[in-house]
């Protein structure tokens, strides 16, 4: 039997029950996060684990658990669940009271939820490269919580599959900020920019890789914004992602960027990319 995590307590799948007056489903009023697993072990699990307590307090939700706790219940969900290569989605909402927007009293507990999916690596596109379209970013400015709120997202990601892409970048008068799901970078001239880490954007953890990867290796990087213009005329696009790691980007608005296949820059960063996944979780 498929196992899913609520509060403290591993129980079937079929037995997991939600209240229709969870704060999560009448209001979008929690956090969650998404967990890659390879080899059956979580990639960068403090890290966001460290940014779901983060998201949670700028909301104001007191999560019940402590870290380890919550790691150690994601270990025995994903061995319960004999989970080798997916993702563990998790999220913790306010709690069920009645429907009120002002918050409940300190009495009413927050409630935790988590359950796995199998999932593969997209090699195909990592290699390939991803068309993608732009659109004007219209989502709240508290882009940095990583909130149940996610209708600009889901309608952007829509407007990019309803004509055949992948991904929506998206942009606030003309400034990149960021894919509907992932995070945006661009090289050009060998210097890779990426938005900075500030409320217009969710500071990625595999965005975070790639700025570390970036250090170690000495590639040139600059966190800093970029215009729509520099997005189009850039030598190399990608996108970064728990479910993308590096993925080049070889079309834009149906325009080819750089020479239309993945670049050098990206190139090694996929390598890198993948080195720091084997460190922490086996062979690929």
């Given at each position: ?20 007056e ?56 994903i ?9 563990v ?11 009120n ?40 400015l ?8 996610l209708?600009?997202?889901v309608?952007?990601?829509?407007k ?33 920019f ?40 850039a030598d ?49």
């Amino acid at each position: 039997m498929v196992k899913v995590l609520f509060q403290d307590q591993l129980i079937e799948r079929e037995h997991a029950k939600v209240d229709i007056e969870d704060r999560g489903y009448q209001f979008g009023d929690g956090v969650y996060e998404v967990i890659r697993i390879y080899n059956g072990k979580m990639f960068t699990s403090d890290g966001h684990l460290d940014r779901l307590y983060e998201s949670a307090k700028k909301i104001s939700i007191t999560i019940p658990y402590q870290k380890e706790k919550i790691k150690d219940l994601l270990h025995q969900l994903i061995a319960e669940n004999e989970l080798k290569h997916g993702i563990v989605y998790m999220q913790i909402t306010r709690g069920t009271s009645p429907r009120n927007h002002v918050f409940p009293d300190a009495s009413i507990e927050p409630v935790l939820t988590a359950s796995t999916k199998e999932y593969p690596r997209p090699t195909e596109l990592m290699e390939q490269g991803i068309k993608v379209i732009t659109l004007e970013d219209i989502r709240w400015l508290r882009c940095d919580i990583k909130s149940l709120n996610l209708l600009g997202n889901v309608l952007a990601k829509q407007k990019a599959v309803d004509v055949g892409c992948f991904e929506a970048i998206q942009h606030r008068n003309g400034t990149v900020t960021e894919g509907s799901s992932s995070n945006v970078s661009i090289v050009k001239d060998g210097l890779v920019f990426t938005h900075p880490a500030n409320h217009l954007i969710l500071n990625g953890i595999s965005r975070q890789v790639m700025l570390t990867t970036c250090e170690k290796s000495s590639i040139p990087l600059k966190e800093e914004s970029f215009s729509l213009e520099q997005l189009m005329n850039a030598d190399e696009v990608f996108i970064s992602g728990t479910t993308v790691e590096i993925t080049p980007v070889v079309e834009i608005d149906g325009i080819r960027i750089g020479e239309g296949k993945m670049g050098p820059i990206t190139s090694r960063l996929q390598t890198l990319f993948r080195a720091e996944i084997e460190s922490e979780c086996g062979n690929l």
